[in-house]
């Protein structure tokens, strides 16, 4: 298995991977299940959601040095804005049998939700505060990109 923290300095955009998740269901609704290893690639280490998000507020605004995550829209939708510090990529998750694998190294923005959406993000971690990279700056730095003057 690669280094995580040297995948962090090399993923890119296009290493974030839009999954079909199983569905398993009839006329008296459906079931999504999402095992490790099997639906992601990775073990998962915590759940977690978010909901009742005020109208244009974003949420997010990290990147991550280890940690890979699998993002859900459960219900309504919402845009990520994924960017590797070089590239911007915009994905809208509007299904829950679709899921967002977002390496580590990638700065991601949630934005645009709509009225009652929920995230729910499977991570490969436990929280961590020194896991994350908060600071854009400091993500450039990590990414060995020269910020724009």
Sequence with gaps: MPDP??????????DCKLMDLPKIGERKGWITPIYGQEHVPFDIARVYYLYDIPGGATRAAHAHRRLQQLMVSVLGSFEIVL??????????LNRPYYGLYIPPGIWRELVNFSSGAICMVLAS???SEPEYIRDYGAFLTVKGVRPAV
């Design 125 to 127: 971690e436990y929280y």
């Design 83 to 92: 960017d590797d510090g070089r590239e911007k990529r915009v994905i809208t």
């Design 5 to 14: 923290v040297i995948q962090a300095e090399r993923s890119t955009v296009h």
